[in-house]
T-cell receptor
Framework: AQSVTQLGSHVSVSEGALVLLRCNYS??????LFWYVQYPNQGLQLLLK??????LVKGINGFEAEFKKSETSFHLTKPSAHMSDAAEYFC???????????FGKGNQVVVIP | EAGVAQSPRYKIIEKRQSVAFWCNPI?????LYWYQQILGQGPKLLIQ????????DSQLPKDRFSAERLKGVDSTLKIQPAKLEDSAVYLC??????????????FGEGSRLTVL
């Protein structure tokens, strides 16, 4: 079965600083990897995804993530944090072609002015 | 385009009572999912429907949870009897197709259940 690990439930970042959220996965087959974001009082929405091809993927709002098979990682980054980035971020993995996602515990991002 | 609708948004019940949650997916989405999100954890898949058939319910506690998707559109998730550990947010999501790993699920805002 596939799974993801996200460390550090709360992440504080200064406005304008780098945002880095770590995600490591476990999968017995080549995985499909996703980052979802949940803004306050809203449903989860897809931020970006890796399926096949280019290992550096870009998403909405300036976020990007890089798939590194050798490190079993899919870390999320944004060069410069904005106040509007305050949200909860979830890494997810799927390996069976049926959209059955296994989510990590999430990172609550707080942006400090 | 209307999003995934869920109701009620909040529900407080006592243990051993029953509760039902309703979900209306995005029009035309064949696949519907129910996830359970306990505080401090990520969402966990309970059941996946393709049209009105069940694709996966391996993590649904069938002794107390049931779900149906009549006519392949709306869905209802029921808990009877509820336990304290069922306190969670119940998320409904839908997607356009299964079998192709698009990964793009559209989520509703969730129904928050508190069991006292």
């Amino acid at each position: 079965a596939q799974s993801v690990t996200q460390l550090g439930s709360h992440v504080s970042v200064s406005e304008g600083a780098l945002v880095l959220l770590r995600c490591n996965y476990s999968s017995s087959v080549p995985p499909y990897l996703f980052w979802y974001v949940q803004y306050p009082n809203q449903g989860l929405q897809l931020l970006l995804k890796y399926t096949t091809g280019a290992t550096l993927v870009k998403g909405i709002n300036g976020f990007e993530a890089e798939f590194k098979k050798s490190e079993t990682s899919f870390h999320l980054t944004k060069p410069s944090a904005h106040m509007s980035d305050a949200a909860e971020y979830f890494c997810a993995v799927s390996a069976d072609g049926n959209n059955r996602l296994a989510f990590g515990k999430g990172n609550q991002v707080v942006v400090i002015p | 385009e209307a999003g995934v609708a869920q109701s009620p948004r909040y529900k407080i019940i006592e243990k051993r009572q029953s509760v039902a949650f309703w979900c209306n997916p995005i029009s035309g989405h064949a696949t519907l999912y129910w996830y359970q999100q306990i505080l401090g954890q990520g969402p966990k898949l309970l059941i996946q429907f393709q049209n009105n058939g069940v694709v996966d319910d391996s993590q649904l506690p069938k002794d107390r949870f049931s779900a149906e998707r009549l006519k392949g559109v709306d869905s209802t998730l029921k808990i009877q009897p509820a336990k304290l550990e069922d306190s969670a947010v119940y998320l409904c999501a839908s997607s356009t197709r299964t079998g192709v790993n698009t990964g793009e699920l559209f989520f509703g805002e969730g129904s928050r259940l508190t069991v006292l």
